[in-house]
């Protein structure tokens, strides 16, 4: 994509809140008023909506080019524990020539690691126009205290990531504390910024398999909205369930309204558990149907995901040959051996 | 970035096989009529003829409600309720098996959307039999009183909102319960209901026990007249249900009623919104608003008046209005020109009024009845398009400030269908239910139909109750037998 990384401005996301929220000092209780006066969400009726959207017929032309876009929207991820700094290599390659059959595919927004990889990856990447992601913030539970989370974060940065994935603490927030929440993201989003005063984009992950309800989604969609997130992000993918279609429409109607009030756009994430075409298709219907399509874009929405990718191409080339190859027929560096 | 445009996705009419022309279901076989003429019933959404369907005449109704009083003397009224229940299940499982077929069929005929008849109207169809087949051998323990046996031969006149839905909603109860029927669907839509007659023959029902005949009002009225009918159930307009109310007086025929509605959907300040735009959607626009239980008028709590506009004409913009085959429409054609004709002349009255028109401004297409979804603001109790029916994808938006009000100008209206309530405040749900004068009350959902929950109306829109025990009841005589 086109869009530079340091397009986005630091806000002074405090000053910010105090403004919208209209008090003097933020304070937990100035946040929970304004977080529980957000209108409720009917869980049965948002799941059908959800699952009227996944009726969509997307066909021919229209599935063409919804499958590029997918592509074009996937965060190639890897993050194991027995990542190597060879297997990271392999992804960028990957990325750099998802399909070498079709060489016209496009190429995926971005790679996402842990924070010793970033290295790694942007040197692997070079001027491929693929982006480094990396998760921080003691992913993936995010229980350490704050300095490790922002010299976890300093450290990728400083390596060359150009989006930082950062998990909120799921206890405080369930247990009402959403200042320490506020807190914690604000200072991440301070963490992003280079020496060069420009930032790494920052994606916050809500955890939304431990926030359960889609009201406490909602919550922390705003609340991330509000302290500073560039990106509100579903999943780590290391809990279940992850990215679901209802949870992703729920965060997609928190970044329209969003938009209503202030005038900004923030991306949206769904990742983990997204596999098939069929079920990328899903999404970006309902982004379009809830969001808009000026989120059909891969600055303001991506897909958290491994195997997505050679699903698409697989449905690509049987697009392009009229035909189904086989998993033969696409690369593939880790296949899920163990 | 490009808009997503989604690729036509039509539906095949290849699993269809439309004759030219059809006779009337009597006695188990398709016949010629006796002295009947004839007419043709058109896709609303292209205009094209589909097929010749006859108009039956008096001695046609006199030979369908022989053939039916055989059938109950014979066989159906002394078979046993288990045996009864077999072929239930047997038109059950062959409405499941040739789904596709009925749904396309009623979407080419009625000009509904695909998505709505495969998903919804053959569906929930299947499920009414499904469910009537286990009640036939349990009558006695379904609380309908002592001794319940049927009436005999039943006349049921059904409308063309929901053609094959209403057949069933009508046939299984009779079958179950032991009655033999006649039935004739509206004159727009009879195509699901002949294919029907088909499954009936594919069930091997005995002869007469359904019978199907096709025409217009005369031949509704020559059912509602016929001296050998022993009750009558009828869906449609408030006038019509009126007329057979009126000939049907002094005789011994017992009568269900389902009639017209203008119901509220009554949305408080606690509301989840989103869902609540949803659930104004659904309950208006659902099939073109051709429903009879539709939320036509939407109360809006005053402080939430202008949000809830603006979410909801931000969803009415995504509605994609146009062919009912293609997987994607949401809003199908208008069922036939006179309906069409009828919106056009009610919302040229809204407007005249001095309520605020506005439409989705979608594209149309050129042949067909069409209407685009449509929302009147600043509508006032008095204005016609908040008391008279219009049966369009038409909503007449009210505010209110207390729950006093809400059931105020809920219950202002003559009918009394359903309504709907939004809010995540229990307690005032329970309330508000109890005071609405409506058969069916949603909370937090709309037009959601399920074969055991009964359904009919308050005041003029009708009497009786579908569906459930109390569907049931209506069709079986209890107590001590003369």
């Given amino acids: 994509m086109s869009t530079p990384t340091a397009a986005v401005p630091s806000v002074d996301a405090t000053a910010r809140a105090r403004d919208l929220l209209g008090v003097s000092r933020l304070s937990n209780a100035a946040l929970t008023s304004w977080l529980h006066a957000l209108p409720g969400v009917d869980q049965v009726g948002c799941e059908a909506r959800a699952a009227g959207l996944g009726t969509r017929s997307i066909k021919t032309t229209a599935k063409a080019w919804g499958i590029d876009l997918a592509i074009s929207m996937i965060d190639l991820t890897t993050l194991e524990g027995a990542d190597t700094a060879g297997k990271v290599r392999g992804l960028c390659a990957k990325a750099i020539h998802p399909d070498p059959t079709l060489p016209d595919t496009p190429r995926p927004a971005a790679v996402c690691v842990y924070g010793d990889m970033v290295a790694t990856a942007k040197d692997a990447l070079g001027q491929s126009g693929v982006k480094v992601a990396s998760v921080a913030t003691a992913f993936p539970s995010g229980r350490a205290l704050m300095p490790v989370k922002l010299a976890d974060t300093r450290d990728a940065v400083s390596a060359g990531a150009d989006e930082i994935d950062m998990v909120i603490d799921r206890g405080a927030f369930l247990s009402g504390d959403y200042l320490t929440v506020f807190r914690e993201i604000a200072e991440v989003a301070e963490a992003c910024v280079r020496k060069d005063g420009s930032r790494a984009r920052l994606k916050v992950i809500m955890e939304t398999g431990e926030l359960v309800t889609y009201d406490n989604v909602r919550r922390a969609a705003w609340l991330s909205m509000l302290a500073g997130g560039d990106f509100i992000k579903t999943s780590t993918g290391k809990v279940s369930p992850a990215a679901t279609l209802p949870v992703t429409l729920v965060m997609l109607e928190a970044v329209r309204d969003w938009r209503d009030l202030t005038g900004e756009m923030v991306g949206v994430k769904p990742a983990g558990g997204i596999r098939t075409s069929k079920d990328a298709l899903k999404f970006l219907v309902t982004v379009s149907e809830i969001a808009g399509d000026d989120w059909l874009d891969p600055h303001w929405f991506r897909f958290g995901a491994s195997s997505l990718l050679n699903d698409l191409i697989l449905q690509r080339q049987r697009m392009a040959i009229g035909a189904y190859s086989g998993a033969d027929y696409v690369t593939d560096d880790s296949p899920s051996l163990y | ?482």
Avoid at chain 2, 44 to 69: F, H, N, Y
Avoid at chain 2, 280 to 289: A, D, P, T
């Fill in chain 2, 1 to 482: 970035m490009a808009k997503f445009e989604y690729a036509p996705a039509p539906e095949s009419r290849a699993v269809v096989d439309i004759k030219p022309s059809y006779g009337l279901f009597i006695n188990g076989e398709f016949t010629e009529s006796q002295g009947g003429s004839a007419f043709k019933s058109i896709s609303p959404a292209t205009e094209e003829v589909l097929a010749e369907i006859t108009s039956a005449s008096d001695a046609d109704v006199d030979r369908a409600v022989a053939a039916a009083r055989r059938a109950y003397n014979g066989v159906w009224g002394r078979m046993s309720g288990a045996d009864r229940g077999k072929y239930l299940f047997r038109i059950a499982r062959i409405l499941q098996e040739r789904a596709r077929e009925f749904a396309v069929l009623e979407s080419l005929d009625n000009g509904k959307p695909i998505k709505e008849s495969r998903d919804v109207d053959v569906p929930l169809a299947a499920a009414h039999f499904f469910y009537h087949a286990g009640w036939a051998d349990k009558l006695d323990y379904a609380g309908l009183g002592t001794n319940p046996r049927p009436h005999g031969v039943v006349g049921q006149v059904i409308p063309w909102n929901f053609p094959i839905l209403m057949l069933a909603w009508k046939i299984a109860p009779a079958l179950a319960t032991g009655n033999t029927v006649v039935l004739k669907p509206a004159e727009t839509t009879p195509l699901t209901a002949l294919l029907f007659a088909e499954v009936v023959q594919q069930a091997d029902l005995p002869p007469g026990v359904v019978n199907i005949i096709t025409g217009a009002g005369a031949t509704g009225q020559a059912i509602v007249d016929h001296p050998d009918i022993d009750k009558l159930a009828f869906t449609g307009s408030t006038g019509v249900g009126k007329m057979i109310a009126r000939s049907i007086a002094g005789t011994r025929k017992k009568a269900t009623l389902e009639l017209g509605g203008k119901a509220a959907n009554i949305v408080f300040d606690d509301a989840p919104l989103d869902q609540a735009v949803e659930g104004i959607v659904n309950g208006i626009f659902f099939n073109q608003g051709h429903v009879c239980c539709a939320g036509s008028r939407l109360l809006v709590q005053e402080n939430i008046a202008a949000d809830v506009e603006k979410r909801l004409k931000r969803r009415l913009e995504t509605l994609r209005v146009g062919d009912p085959l293609d997987k994607n429409t949401d809003v199908g054609a208008i069922n036939s020109k006179a309906q069409l004709q009828r919106i056009v002349e009610l919302t040229a009255a809204g407007e005249a009024e001095g309520a605020e028109r506005w439409d989705n401004g979608c594209e149309l297409p050129s042949k067909g009845f069409w209407f685009r979804p449509t929302v009147f603001t600043g509508v006032s109790q008095g204005h016609r398009i908040a008391q008279e029916e219009i049966f369009g994808p038409v909503l007449s938006v009210l505010t209110f400030r207390t729950p006093h009000e809400a059931v105020a100008k809920a219950n202002n209206t003559p009918y009394g269908l359903s309504a709907g309530i939004w809010t995540e405040k229990g307690s005032r749900i329970l309330w508000m239910a109890d005071q609405l004068r409506a058969g069916v009350v949603w909370a937090n959902t709309f037009n959601k139909f399920d074969p055991t929950s009964p359904f009919g109306g308050y005041k003029e829109s009708g009497y009786g109750r579908e569906g459930g025990r109390h569907g049931l009841s209506a069709y079986v005589t209890t107590g001590d037998s003369k």
